[in-house]
């Protein structure tokens, strides 16, 4: 115990450190371009906003979430999601009386009780935005729009973007009446979790993975057959803008998505080759959602993605943004007298902004010498006691060996001339 992670969970290792710095810049870069400002909310929230916001009968809500009680017994659980915790932010600080729409992105972790796999993690992070304060459709495609955009940024290929629209609650009435109508004669043969959602919560059925239950709705009506004019009328129009702004996608009528928030637009960013856990973002359209959290009735958009899965899938597809920072001078030293100028030097060079290294444990020369390779420096600083004893160093040039003497008098300004901003090896 002691000495493992808790399941599901993630060490982010020095060495993969750089592929997240990566993805999280082009992240704040595409939402600095798309004209979204960061929220950080907290990572617990109380429990009845996600009751409340995410929906009793998800899964999240019914078994995936980390609920505790405080010490003085409020019930407060680490978010699964961020639309319910930043729908809050919003409403609490009156963001509505705001120039609108009011455009939020934020970077994170989440935390679900979920059955890890790969690509399936009980803590794992979610980059997203929301809109808030415009249904118009074409603010519905141009956050597809922008979740395409960042993964063409990273350099993902093989993706499709999968499109539908779920109604407005007039809408998911009617259809939630047409699919218990066409489901009641199978109903016994719906496998026990779905026979559950027959009632409570019928168009998750359509997503249930039993194969039973696909076979079953295989011929079911879509929620396509339900749509109201003014709902069909919005769909068309996020269409003819995806068209417009040349943005592919693919109509999915069944795609229902695990949350219950979401009206008209819903959409799903699936990736080849990463396996059973293919969705690597999506979101839609929540118009009720302000209100029921306590708000006005602002309408709302938004899209989750995860970054384990966008990392997963760079790799799978070969595309590798590892960028180390190699270090720029290894201070090399032999006795107590020449490690203190070392430290001194070290903390001069730094100041310049030039990473340094140097011998903390009183090695041979040899030892340091191996280590400055290891480190892959551009060059070393050796100082040695008759280099002290001559107020003198040894500048070695790691890349062809070569070495000069140097008078230790303006050393700094010496190597900050040499080491320009174009030497910095990446
Ligand atoms: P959702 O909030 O369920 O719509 O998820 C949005 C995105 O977050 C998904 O497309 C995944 O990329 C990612 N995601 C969701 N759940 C997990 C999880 N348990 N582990 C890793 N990534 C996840």
């Known amino acids: 115990m002691l000495t493992t992670r808790p399941r599901g969970t993630n060490d982010i290792l020095p060495g993969e450190i750089s592929r997240w710095h990566h993805l999280e810049e082009v992240l704040r870069q595409v939402a600095g371009l798309y004209g979204f400002q960061e929220i950080r909310t907290p990572i617990f929230e109380h429990t009845e906003l996600f009751q409340r916001g995410v929906g009793e009968t998800t899964d999240i809500v019914e078994k995936e979430m980390y609920t505790f009680f405080d010490r003085g017994k409020r019930s407060l659980t680490l978010r699964p999601e961020a639309t319910a915790s930043a729908v809050r932010a919003f409403v609490e600080h009156k963001m509505y009386a ?212 966008i990392l997963l899938t760079m790799e799978q597809q070969g595309i590798d943004n590892t960028s180390t920072k190699s270090v720029q001078v290894y201070i090399a030293s032999l006795g107590e007298k020449a490690r203190l100028l070392g430290a001194s030097l070290t903390q001069e060079l730094r100041g310049k902004g030039i990473r340094v290294e140097r011998d903390y444990q009183d090695k041979s020369l040899k030892a340091q010498m191996k280590a400055a390779n290891r480190y892959n420096a551009s060059y070393t600083l050796i100082i040695g006691e008759e280099e002290l004893k001559n107020k003198e160093l040894v500048l070695r040039r790691m890349q062809d060996g070569s070495q000069e003497v140097i008078p230790l008098d303006g050393i700094i300004e010496y190597l900050a001339g040499e080491i320009k901003e174009g030497d910095d090896k990446r």
């Open 98 to 309: 705001e120039a609108q729409p009011v455009k939020l992105y934020y970077l994170g972790p989440m935390f679900r009780y979920d059955r890890p796999q790969a690509g399936r993690y009980r803590q794992f992070h979610q980059f997203g935005v929301e809109v808030f304060g415009t249904r118009e459709p074409g603010v519905d495609a141009e956050v597809i729009a922008m979740s395409m955009d960042i993964y063409q940024r990273l350099g993902l290929k093989n993706l499709t973007v999968e499109l539908n629209s779920v109604g407005c609650p007039a809408c998911r009435r009617s259809y939630r009446t047409m699919l218990q109508e066409f489901l009641e004669e199978s109903k016994e043969k719906l496998c026990g979790i779905c026979q559950d959602r027959f009632d409570k919560n019928p168009m998750r059925i359509l997503d249930c993975k039993n194969e039973k239950c696909q076979e079953l709705t295989k011929n079911a009506p879509t929620i396509n057959d339900a749509l109201c004019d003014d709902c069909r009328e919005h769909f068309a129009g996020v269409q003819e803008y995806l068209n417009k702004m040349g943005v592919e996608y693919r109509l999915n009528p069944r795609l229902v998505r695990g949350l219950d928030y979401y009206t008209l637009t819903a959409f799903e960013i699936m990736a080849e080759g990463i396996g059973a856990q293919a969705s690597i973002g999506g979101g839609g359209r929540y118009d009720g959602l302000i209100e029921q959290c306590g708000g006005p009735p602002v309408p709302g958009i938004g899209y989750a993605m995860g970054l384990e899965r």
